[in-house]
């Protein structure tokens, strides 16, 4: 299925990406046009100086790579994760009243590792009526089940629940930092990596920045312009007829912006220097608090969450407890296995680490299966 939904790079241009304004000539662009080509494809005009990035070629490094390759995430940690996103699902059913098709979109799919996670965690009365729809901008890998749909955009009409992990920092954005006066300017960049200062930031990108990421006059300080990131979210909730969108990343708030920014590489597993040659992936935290305004923007849309995946696990009924060592007398096997289901359930709920990611949980027409769980009397 292709055509309507929000892709990150085309909604509206934005004065650090024109040619005049960024001066997009000798490799200079700003920073969303940059990583745009980086991990989605290169226009024919695009050549990196020294031709291409360490991945080579320029297709785009998530077109050619599958992100467990170079990083992990919470999918890959340990299948408890999808089985709690089974679970959210379930009650998601229950909200809506058990409709004859439940939709389960992925957005930012990868290979459709969360999709067959979740498919396998079902009790069938749910599987056998869910359609599920990797959306993804990579090719439909080879051996994924023919009920999963593979699609560019969130199918229009969704009912059910859309889950995306870490999708949101992989929607390139803009940079801007403080000139020596503190002046937010453009940042731009070459595929080398090498940074110099644009056009001062004015409009919309300068509008949000005074909304979402106010910034010192500190020179040096930077922001990243939440604005296409907004528009993929709010995009994805338009999507949902009824239901309930997740979107799950590393995240901040107003009140706690990284002053640096916190646009990143990842390759091989290791962090690296943000390179937008196509070898690596970039990526950087996400303004939760800004895509939940826009999210709740959309006609239909209820009153949105942000909380820990700690939490949210929580209310799913994943948790980190040990079982008890009474167990390990009566079924040593059944004691060792929960033992290691509780490890990984303390990896996913750490707050230093995938517990810390923040969970945007946007209710479209139904109240939200997150809710807090009422106090139960003591
Ligand atoms: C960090 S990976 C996450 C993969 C998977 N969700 C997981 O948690 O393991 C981000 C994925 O989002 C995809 N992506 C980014 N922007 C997208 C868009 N607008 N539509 C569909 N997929 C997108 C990338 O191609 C990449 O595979």
Do not use: K
Request: aromatic share 6%.
């Amino acid at each position: 299925m292709t055509g309507g939904g929000a892709h990150p790079g085309d909604d509206g241009a934005s004065p650090g990406d024109t040619a005049a304004a960024s001066g997009d000539r000798g490799g200079w662009s700003g920073w969303r046009a940059a990583a745009e080509r980086a991990l989605y494809g290169a226009p024919p005009s695009f050549a990196a100086p020294g031709g291409p990035g360490p991945g080579g070629g320029s297709a785009g490094f998530f077109l050619r790579e599958a992100p467990a390759a170079h990083f992990r995430t919470a999918v890959h940690a340990s299948p408890l994760f999808a089985a709690a996103v089974a679970v959210l699902l379930v009650r998601t059913d229950e909200a809506l009243g058990h409709p004859p098709v439940l939709d389960l979109v992925d957005v930012g799919a990868g290979r459709g590792e969360l999709l067959t996670g979740v498919l396998a965690a079902l009790p069938e009365r749910v599987a056998a009526r869910v359609r599920p729809c990797a959306v993804e901008r990579a090719a439909r890998p080879a051996g994924l089940p023919d009920r999963v749909a593979w699609s560019t955009d969130p199918p229009p009409g969704t009912t059910g629940l859309l889950f995306a992990n870490e999708w949101l920092d992989n929607v390139p954005l803009d940079v801007a930092e403080n000139d020596d006066t503190g002046r937010p300017r453009h940042v731009l960049v070459r595929p080398d990596g090498r940074e110099r200062h644009g056009e001062p930031v004015t409009g919309e990108d300068a509008a949000w920045l005074r909304r979402w990421w106010p910034t010192s006059s500190a020179p040096g300080e930077r922001a990243e312009i939440g604005r296409t990131r907004d528009a993929a979210w709010a995009g994805a909730v338009r999507a949902l007829r009824r239901g309930v969108a997740v979107a799950v990343d590393y995240g901040h708030t107003r009140d706690a912006r990284p002053p640096l920014g916190s646009l990143t590489g990842y390759r091989d597993g290791r962090q690296v220097a943000p390179v937008p040659d196509g070898g690596c992936d970039l990526t950087a935290h996400v303004a939760l608090d800004a895509c939940a305004a826009a999210g709740a923007a959309v006609p239909g849309a209820g009153a949105p969450q942000l909380l820990t995946q700690r939490t949210a696990l929580h209310r799913l009924g994943t948790d980190g407890r040990r079982p008890p060592l009474e167990l390990a007398r009566t079924d040593p096997a059944a004691y060792l296995r929960a033992l290691a289901r509780s490890g990984e359930a303390a990896e996913l709920t750490d707050p230093r680490g995938f517990g810390g990611f923040t969970w945007l949980v946007q209710p479209v027409a139904v109240p939200s299966p997150l809710a807090a769980e009422p106090a139960r009397p003591r």
